[in-house]
């Protein structure tokens, strides 16, 4: 069922009255709009925000639509972990547990998974439907040198 309610820009507004993101801005291929970026105030210096842009490792995390705000006000966190404001983070259901080990990495369940490519973040991503669109909810971020590793792919296993 398509939706003509523009939930990007209702979350939007939202966010920015909560002063969590600074502007959206929509992001076009051929002036066709693809993809909408909600961009968060860094509360870094300038200098430091140049530093991690240029050499840190940008990469996407598919997630629900629900669980925007909550990683837009903390963060990225693994399942697990207990929030500022007391919620706790829940292994989804049908993912891998917070005890298994798979591939030697032992609690794999509790990693934050990553990847520099959109395209494999968005296996992962809720598809949502906005103003007769249809959206992936994807979070892009950047990963400190050297604290990447990479892993034979989950998707289709």
């Given at each position: 069922m398509e939706s003509d309610q523009d939930r990007i820009m209702n979350l939007?507004?939202?966010?920015?009255n909560k002063n969590y993101v600074?502007?959206?801005?929509?992001i076009k291929k051929k002036d066709v709009v693809i993809a909408q970026k909600l961009l968060c105030p860094s509360g870094l210096s300038q200098q430091k925000f140049i530093?991690?842009?240029?050499?840190?490792?940008?990469a996407w995390h598919g997630t629900k639509f629900q669980n925007l705000e909550s990683i837009i006000k903390y963060g990225l966190h693994p399942s697990g972990s207990k929030l500022p404001d007391?919620?706790?983070?829940?292994?989804?259901?049908?993912?891998?547990?917070l005890d298994y080990e798979l591939s030697g990495i032992k609690?794999?369940?509790?990693?934050?998974?990553?990847s520099p490519s959109l395209f494999?973040?968005?296996?992962?991503?809720e598809r949502i439907n906005s103003c007769l669109k249809r959206?992936?909810?994807?979070?892009e971020t950047r990963v400190r040198p050297n604290s990447f590793t990479m892993h034979p792919s989950t998707v289709l296993q």
């Open positions: 939007y507004q939202y966010l920015f600074v502007k959206i801005i929509p530093q991690i842009s240029q050499n840190w490792t940008p007391g919620v706790k983070i829940n292994i989804n259901e049908g993912h891998i547990p609690q794999w369940g509790k990693a934050v998974f990553v494999y973040a968005s296996n992962y991503a959206w992936c909810v994807l979070v």
